[in-house]
């Protein structure tokens, strides 16, 4: 598997993710014998995540309160509980 970054915090998500093509990252699941792959971008004008969820391809726009909210996305959850890592082999614009 490709080295990856935890994420910590909202704040380091929005960092991470705040490029035009967005980033690739991923939740572990099942004690680390799943993974839920996702790519996100963070638009800093719009202030809202774009997300688009790789095993069913659907696309989700959310806010940062929505994001950290389970009735719309597992991801908040896997911040809080150290599993949701990025890919660390990605360029980021300056």
Known sequence: ???AQ???SLEQLKKEA???EGRDFFILLAHG???S???IRWDD???????RNEIDDTEQELTEKQIMDNDYTLIGE???KGALFMYAAQDKEG
């Open 1 to 3: 598997m490709p080295s």
């Open 6 to 8: 935890p994420i910590a």
């Open 18 to 20: 705040n490029t035009e």
């Open 33 to 35: 014998w799943l993974r």
């Open 37 to 39: 792959s996702k790519w």
């Open 45 to 51: 004008d719009e202030r809202r995540f774009f997300v």
């Open 78 to 80: 896997a911040i809080e």
